[in-house]
Nanobody
Framework: QVQLVESGGGLVQPGGSLRLSCVTSGRTFDNYVMGWFRQAPGKEREFVVAIDRRGARTYYVDSVKGRFTVSRVNAKNTVYLQMNSLKPEDTAVYYC??????????????????WGQGTQVTVSS
C-alpha cells in the first residue's frame, strides 16, 4: 500500500510564496509519475502539474506557468511544489497523487492510483 503525506500549506498574502512537500512510502517512489491537483470549495478537482519518474519532464496548467515549479528527489521519496506570486484564486486544498501505470503526464484524476490527504493553501490579505 502506497501512502502519500502532504505538508507545507498555510495562509499567505497575495504575492507570497509557499513550498509544498509530498512524501511517499510503501513502494519504490521512482516507479510513479507524480501529480499535484487542487480543489477549491464548490469546484471540481483541478490538475496543476505532473512530473515524470525521473523528473526530466513536467507539464503545468496554464494558470500556474511561470509561478509554480515542481521537482522531485527520488532518494528522499519526495515531490515538491514551489509556489510563488500566489494569487487569491490559488486558494484550495492541494493534493499530491501517484500514478503507477503508464508514463504519460496525465491531467485527469482518475489516471492516478494513490492520493494524499491534502493540505490547505489560503491566499488572502
Amino acid at each position: 500500500q502506497v501512502q502519500l503525506v502532504e505538508s507545507g500549506g498555510g495562509l499567505v498574502q497575495p504575492g507570497g510564496s509557499l513550498r509544498l512537500s509530498c512524501v511517499t512510502s510503501g513502494r519504490t517512489f521512482d516507479n510513479y509519475v507524480m501529480g499535484w491537483f487542487r480543489q477549491a470549495p464548490g469546484k471540481e478537482r483541478e490538475f496543476v502539474v505532473a512530473i515524470d519518474r525521473r523528473g526530466a519532464r513536467t507539464y503545468y496548467v496554464d494558470s500556474v506557468k511561470g509561478r509554480f515549479t515542481v521537482s522531485r528527489v527520488n532518494a528522499k521519496n519526495t515531490v515538491y511544489l514551489q509556489m510563488n506570486s500566489l494569487k487569491p484564486e490559488d486558494t484550495a486544498v492541494y493534493y499530491c497523487a501517484a500514478r503507477g501505470n503508464g508514463y504519460n503526464l496525465a491531467t485527469i484524476p482518475s489516471f492516478y492510483d494513490y492520493w494524499g490527504q491534502g493540505t490547505q493553501v489560503t491566499v488572502s490579505s
